[in-house]
């Protein structure tokens, strides 16, 4: 079943306070409360997907502030969502993810003021996150213009890492600077992208980049050569390393990319599905030159189309 028809069970919604809802299929809800105000709140959580049970944390706390950075917003206060397996409560793997994880949000300066737990055999862990954004300061997706410069702040690859983990196949070194990029925060990015008047954002996840750009209004010509990966991921992709996630990507998104040639491999990096990716952010063309936090992977187009080229 495709997101869009579960989406489709909801009602509509006609609260006009309702900025920033369940249509936009990803990021954060957003609802004014005030004409200055809007207030956003976000929810993720996932099972397991490295080793390190502190890192695992780290990266959930991460993942689940994106939402909030990527529509320009401050986060605030965080709730907790664990499901943990009662009868290895004594192993000591749960302290280490909760304090793993609340050591990221003090970075970001927000308190984990509560939560909700249950008893699963799966482990899954991941933050509820509420945020504030001036409402004439929110970033969608609809804004971008033809010509607006496209930035990625993050490398990717988590998806393909992932699965070399559980496999058992992940070099140490590449498994170590996933790590470390997964757990950076993105709120450097978020207040840079602000300052040059982005257009347009979105935090790149599971729909992998492919997906998350399709959701951004217009089109893109994308220039495979500017993304830019992990270390070794190329690898990994060669070998077939490309978890369920990111073959369903390629399979929803794939006719709706010109690809101008380019193999079914490269085809699927563009669509592995991303855990605490970076930001896609859109960018005013005069103002490029300014924004730092990111790599240049393309520009923005008219017509809807997507197109890839080498």
């Not at 033809?146 to 070399?164: E, H, I, N, Q, Y």
Request: proline share 5%; hydrophobic share 45%; charged share 20%.
């Amino acid at each position: 079943m495709e997101l869009g028809q579960v989406l489709g069970a909801l009602p509509p919604i006609v609260d006009p306070n309702v900025l920033h809802g369940a249509a936009a299929r990803d990021d954060a809800a957003v609802y004014r409360i005030a004409p200055d105000r809007a207030l956003v709140a976000t929810v993720d959580f996932f099972t397991p997907i490295v080793d390190d049970p502190s890192a695992y944390g780290a990266i959930a706390a991460a993942n689940a502030l994106s939402d909030v950075y990527a529509v320009g917003a401050r986060p605030l206060f965080a709730l907790g969502i664990t499901a943990f397996p009662r009868g290895k409560l004594g192993a000591g793997l749960l302290e280490k993810i909760v304090s793993g994880g609340a050591a990221k949000l003090a970075e970001a300066g927000v308190p984990v003021v509560g939560g909700h737990s249950v008893d699963d055999q799966e482990p899954k862990f991941g933050y509820a996150v509420i945020g504030e954004v001036h409402p004439d300061r929110l970033i969608g997706h609809d804004g971008a213009h033809a010509g607006d410069v496209l930035f990625l702040t993050k490398p990717l690859g988590s998806g393909l890492v992932a699965t070399a983990i559980k496999r058992g196949l992940c070099p140490p070194a590449l498994e170590r600077e996933a790590i470390a990029i997964m757990t950076t925060l993105n709120w450097e990015a978020s207040k840079a992208m602000l300052e040059v008047g982005a257009t347009a954002a979105t935090d790149v996840t599971g729909y992998g980049l492919i997906g998350h750009l399709a959701n951004i209004r217009g089109g893109a010509d994308v220039d495979f050569d500017s993304v830019p990966f992990m270390n070794g991921a190329g690898d990994l992709a060669e070998r077939d390393l490309f978890p369920d996630g990111s073959r369903r990507n390629h399979a929803a998104y794939r006719d709706r990319v010109e690809w101008d040639g380019l193999g079914q491999t490269e085809q699927m990096m563009l669509c592995d599905a991303q855990t605490s990716g970076g930001l896609l952010i859109a960018v005013p063309r005069e103002n490029a030159d300014r924004f730092t936090h990111g790599v240049r992977i393309g520009v923005m187009r008219d017509d809807g189309v997507i197109r890839v080229r080498t």
